[in-house]
């Protein structure tokens, strides 16, 4: 049944995408929060779809350690899953992520709507002077900011290079880190078409304070729980 189910899954995502594509382009005049939380919307049922059809539930431990002010959100890439479940557990939010997600169809004209911060990679200096520059701005508004440290989904039990990006932004920001270990490459795996019942649980860890801190030390520090969390989890 898992077959089927995915099928199914992945044909009902194909409907509803070019229908809040139109809700995203509709909302350009709105506060770019107020736009995210239109957005957003279309997480909500995808989550509700990935429960009812495929029969992926969430669990999330550790929701009081997310606090009240725009914070840098580090986490663990694994699948798609993640991407999607972040919009439900965290206030209004950002996405550091490479430029050429924008130009897919329909899902990439939504997202540029999102106001994310979308660089070229290859761009290396320039592309980080855009994320700290853009990072600082996207907190002032009041957005958080989710890096995935390992710039690309990591099949589960592997483990990638953390990049420092998200922790040099902290420590000329001054705003908390907050690193997310889960488990869902066990369920929906990179790249893959066959979402698996179960459970995936994310876990978030207290925020890191970056004040005294150079970037290496928030970012192994981060690193070092992340991981920890996932090995713990799986």
């Not at 479940?85 to 004209?109: I, M, N, T």
């Not at 893959?192 to 876990?203: A, E, N, Q, Y």
Request: proline share 7%; aromatic share 10%.
């Amino acid at each position: 049944m898992v077959f089927p189910r995915s099928l199914l899954f992945l044909l009902l995502q194909i409907l509803i995408t070019p229908l809040f594509t139109l809700f995203a382009l509709l909302s350009f005049p709105f506060h770019p929060i107020t736009r995210y939380r239109i957005i957003s919307g279309w997480a909500l049922s995808v989550l509700w779809l990935l429960r009812v059809l495929c029969g992926i539930r969430m669990e999330v431990r550790g929701t009081e350690n997310i606090p009240r002010q725009p914070c840098i959100v580090l986490c663990k890439h694994q699948s798609a899953w993640e991407t999607i479940a972040l919009q439900k557990v965290f206030p209004p939010q950002v996405w550091v992520l490479k430029r050429e997600l924008l130009w897919l169809p329909f899902f990439g004209w939504g997202l540029a709507m999102t106001s994310p911060i979308a660089i070229k990679r290859s761009d290396g200096r320039e592309a980080m002077k855009q994320l700290l520059k853009q990072g600082k701005e996207r907190l002032a508004v009041g957005f958080c900011v989710v890096i995935f440290p390992e710039g690309t989904r990591i099949p589960y039990g592997q483990r990638g290079k953390y990049k420092i990006g998200g922790s040099l932004l902290a420590a000329s920001s001054g705003a908390p880190v907050v690193p997310v270990a889960h488990n869902a490459g066990k369920l929906w795996g990179k790249k893959s078409f066959l979402k698996r019942p179960g459970v995936i649980t994310m876990s978030i860890g207290k925020p890191i304070d970056p004040s005294g801190l150079k970037a290496d030390e928030i970012n192994r520090q981060a690193e070092e729980w992340i991981e920890a969390e996932v090995e713990r989890l799986g």
